[in-house]
């Protein structure tokens, strides 16, 4: 990635390799995890403090492609 060439036409192709390797979904998955993780611990405190991380963690989910 640190040699590829810059521009539309090669940030399209380094998209399809990344996708194709799985590292997409492997990161995807990553923060998958993390929010349930967040969301399972904030359970653990006020509801103030369970809400706001569910708030958060659903911002970040509608962020993902």
């Given at each position: 990635m640190a040699l590829a060439h810059t521009g539309p036409f090669a940030v399209?192709?380094?998209r399809?390799?990344?996708?194709?390797?799985?590292a997409r979904d492997g990161?995807?998955?990553l923060v998958e995890q993390h929010l349930e993780?967040?969301?399972s611990?904030?359970?653990s405190f006020s509801n103030?403090?369970?809400?706001?991380v569910e708030?958060?963690?659903?911002?970040?989910?509608?962020?993902m492609p």
């Open positions: 399209r192709r380094a399809l390799e990344l996708e194709r390797s799985g990161v995807a998955k993780s967040a969301r611990l904030a359970r103030g403090v369970a809400a706001l708030d958060v963690a659903t911002e970040i989910e509608g962020r």
